[in-house]
Each structure stands twice: as C-alpha cells, then as structure tokens.
C-alpha cells in the first residue's frame, strides 16, 4: 500500500504520453547529433549502422502491415477478437525487434572481428570494454526505436479496430483523465476537439498495453546481451542458433517442469534450465492485457525489468572476459 502512489503515477495516461515522446526525441537526437563519449560514440555509430540496414526496414514494413490487416482478419472466436487481436499486436513487436538486434549483433561484432575492422578501431583510445558496450547499446536502442514505432502504430490499430467493428464490439468508456481534458479543451471549435480525442484515445489504448511492451523490451534487452557476447566467439550462424534454442528453452522450461511427473532426470533437467535461463514465459503478459486484467506496475513490471537488467548484465561481463582473450591480429 506504501507504493500506491507509484503505481498510480506509473498508470497515469500523461506520463505514458511524456515517456514515449522522450524516448523518441531522444532516439531521433541518436541519428543526427553527434554525442560526446567515445563509449557514446561507438553506441551512436553502431545505432545509426542499424537503423540503415536494409533488414530495419523490411522488418518494420512487415510489422506494419500484418498489425494492419489484423483489423479486417476474421478470428471467429464468438466476440473475443479484441483479445486475440490485442495478443497478437504484441507478438508483432517482439518478433521483429528479436530479429532485429539478434542478426545485427551476430553480423555487425562477428564481421568487424573476422575483418579486422575492430582491430583498426581499438588501435585508436577505444578500449575492448568501450567498443562491446558500445555495440550493445546501439543495436538495443535502434531496436528500441522500431519498438516504440510499433507501439505508436498499435495504439492506433486497436482504436482503429474499435471503429471496424462498431456494430459488434462496444467500445470501453473513456477513461476520467479523457473525460478531463475534453472538458478543459471545450473551448477548440469541434473537429480539433474531435482529432484531440481521437489522439488521446490512442494513447489510452497505449497506456493499457505498456506493461507488455516493457515486458517486450526486457526480452529483448536479454537475447541482444547474449547475442553480443556470444558474437566475440562465435560465427553468426551459431550465434543465430544459440540464441534461438535459448529462447524457445526459457520458455518452455516451466512446461518440462510441470510435466515431470515425478521423473527425477526431468525434474533435474527443467530445474537446471530454470536456473541457467531466463524465465521468457513470465513476461508474457500479453494474456491477461488482452483480458482486461491490470499487470501492476510496482509488484510485477519492475521486479521482471530488474531480472532482464541483472541478467543482461551477467551476459555481458562474460562477453567482456571471452572479448579480452579474442586475439584480433
């Protein structure tokens, strides 16, 4: 009850309005000015290496696009397609930003090591540390960036569902803090009244699913720390492989777990795997958002994004002991 506060504060519709526009002035910042820092510049220039790939962008269209026609797809499920829909959108944000920062961690480090680009780069006052750092920060935040362009875009397509399927769903009420500022704003003349509501009803509907969306990012934050720290050692194939089976193991260890059926191997094994890996299937949030269940931000989201830090953190200082014996000669 001590944190009410917190909570309340962390579900207020104007700071989700006020996060989102920081990170993404902050993002856009990343692309143009230059930054001070050498680990700061390597972060800038591995971001902006990203973000030009021809994979971001292919990535990004698809993502669009299937968000999109997620509004016309029949779901037949007798009036539960708001909560598969809802589902899915989250599915199609942590799909691409997993590919994203896997495959340019595996194929940016892997190639400046195999060309001896980074050799040139750590004649320079750049230290082993600085140059992995760097990396790892810049390929999160241009994943990052896609994310929160995608979020931005769900807002907008559940609204826009709202709207498609008016004669079968009923919309939610809106929430006090719209009701308030609608009030506030009777002054504007009707249709900027109109376009205002409209721009707070998608950032309602973005503020409902945040908490599956950090739990996205923290995802993401893991498998890009195990990514680039595997990628000082192993070619991005194997890179691509481990960090798959990692995913797919971490999710379905608490299955094993529970499927044991009192087989003491089994048992050993599920428990080894819950102890090595993360627990994936506990930041699948994505149920019980799309059933109107509130995720509590202090109890739940936090505790799971100081795991995600904790763990990347761990991955990276073994990327950093297995970067320091890499011979690059």
């Known amino acids: 009850m001590e944190y009410q506060w917190l909570e309340q504060l962390l579900a207020n519709l104007w700071v989700t309005i006020g996060v989102v526009l920081v990170v993404l002035a902050g993002l856009i910042y990343l692309t143009k000015w230059p930054v001070p820092g050498k680990l700061l510049a390597v972060a800038q220039a591995s971001y902006r290496e990203t973000i030009r790939q021809p994979l971001f962008l292919l990535l990004l269209i698809l993502s669009l696009f299937f968000m999109l026609a997620q509004v016309w797809i029949p779901y037949f ?49 750049v230290s082993r540390r600085q140059f992995l750092l760097g990396k790892f920060l810049g390929i999160y935040l241009a994943a990052l960036l896609m994310g929160m362009v995608l979020t931005v875009f769900m807002g907008w397509t559940i609204n826009y569902k709202y709207y498609y399927d008016s004669g079968f769903v009923e919309r939610p009420a809106d929430p006090a803090e719209i009701v308030a500022a609608e009030r506030i704003l009777d002054f504007l003349p009707g249709g900027v009244k109109d376009a205002v509501r409209y721009v707070l009803r998608v950032c309602h509907e973005m503020r409902v699913m945040m908490p599956g969306v950090v739990m996205i990012f923290c995802q993401v934050l893991i498998l890009t720390a195990v990514a680039v720290a595997l990628a000082t050692r192993l070619p991005m194939l194997v890179n691509l492989v481990v960090c798959l089976t990692m995913f ?23 428990g080894v795997l819950q102890t090595v890996l993360p627990g994936f299937n506990y930041y699948d949030v994505g149920g019980p958002l799309a059933s109107d269940v509130y995720v509590p931000w202090v109890e739940y989201v936090f505790p799971a994004t100081m795991h995600a830090f904790i763990y990347a953190t761990i991955a990276l200082l073994f990327g950093l002991i297995l970067f320091e014996d890499r011979d690059l000669a």
């Open 248 to 270: 797919i193991l971490g999710r379905l260890a608490h299955v094993l777990k529970e499927s044991s059926q009192g087989n003491p191997l089994v048992e050993f094994v599920a």
């Open 77 to 125: 499920t007798l009036g539960e397609d708001m909560k598969l829909m809802k589902n899915l959108q989250l599915d199609a944000i942590m799909l691409p930003m997993l590919l994203l920062s896997v495959f340019a961690a595996a194929i940016s480090i892997s190639e400046e090591i195999e060309g001896r680009t980074a050799t040139t780069l750590l004649s320079k006052p």
